[in-house]
């Protein structure tokens, strides 16, 4: 993962550009939901202290990073963050990956510690500092 002050979302694609997900296809060949993963730093920084090593923005491998907002508590809302709608729709799922990052990590990031999966609803720019609305 790469900080970039922005970033374009496209409704029913994902963020533009994004290799791993962008206009993905699920197992049956139909367009994914999972365009966006979002995960508090909060919620990242509970883990770093329970795993006793720090953990830098972007290495849990989440498009964004927020700060001040419980995500989990937004599942099956819409979502306004700069221009883009969003929904959000499940749990982000932690895979393997996050135990080869750390040791442990994958444990900890289940039971509402492991931020959101969205899909994109209306395309927009979504900036650094964006405030994070709840729509419906």
Known sequence: MTDTPQIEVV???????????????NRSGQPSRRHIT???????????????????PG???SNIETTGVDLISLIGKTVQIGDALLN???????????????PGLRL???????GVIAEVVKSG????????????
Not at 88 to 102: G, V
Request: hydrophobic share 35%.
């Open 108 to 114: 900890r990031m289940c039971d509402k510690r492991q």
């Open 38 to 56: 979002l995960i508090e730093r909060e919620i990242v920084g509970q883990h770093a202290d329970a795993l006793k090593t720090p953990i830098e």
């Open 59 to 61: 290495v849990v491998k």
């Open 88 to 102: 959000f729709y499940e749990p982000r799922l932690p895979c393997d990956q996050m135990d080869r990052i750390i």
């Open 11 to 25: 409704a029913g694609k994902g963020i533009l550009g994004e290799p791993r997900y962008f206009e993905r296809k």
């Open 125 to 136: 720019r979504i900036k650094i500092g964006d405030e994070l609305r709840v729509i419906e």
